[in-house]
């Protein structure tokens, strides 16, 4: 049994910061990537972030890229999303997800929502 908690989210302003952290625990079989997916208000679930098992590479929505960082501490089987100049499109429940490839989905976490408003 895999279980992934993922903490951290909550509400920030637009312009602000927010850091998002998601521990895996159980049987879970290195090496696996890490990384989130997304689902805001009315739309579809969106992959926003991957880290590969060595944290040497890594992917990012084009919604993103240059305002989240992805990495992880495999010491402690946790991965981290830092959300910076957050913007109210970035509203969504996020949620953690491990996977044997840079899609992820073999495990999730149970989602933690962040909303993003003045």
């Known amino acids: 049994q895999v279980q992934l908690v993922e903490s951290g989210g909550g509400s920030g302003q637009p312009g602000g910061s927010l850091r998002l952290s998601c521990r895996a625990s159980?049987?879970?079989?290195?090496?696996?990537?890490m990384g989130w997916y997304r689902q805001g208000p009315g739309k579809e679930r969106e992959l926003v972030a991957v880290?590969?098992?060595?944290?040497?590479?890594?992917y990012y929505a084009d919604s993103v890229k240059g305002r989240f960082t992805i990495s992880r501490d495999n010491a402690k089987n946790t991965v981290f999303l830092q959300m910076n100049s957050l913007a109210p499109e970035d509203t969504a429940v996020y949620y953690c997800?491990?996977?044997?490839?840079?899609?992820?989905?073999?495990?999730w976490g149970q989602g933690t929502q962040v909303t993003v408003s003045s």
């Open positions: 159980g049987d879970i079989a290195s090496p696996y990537a």
């Open positions: 997800s491990t996977g044997t490839s840079s899609l992820l989905g073999d495990y």
């Open positions: 880290v590969s098992w060595s944290g040497g590479n890594t």
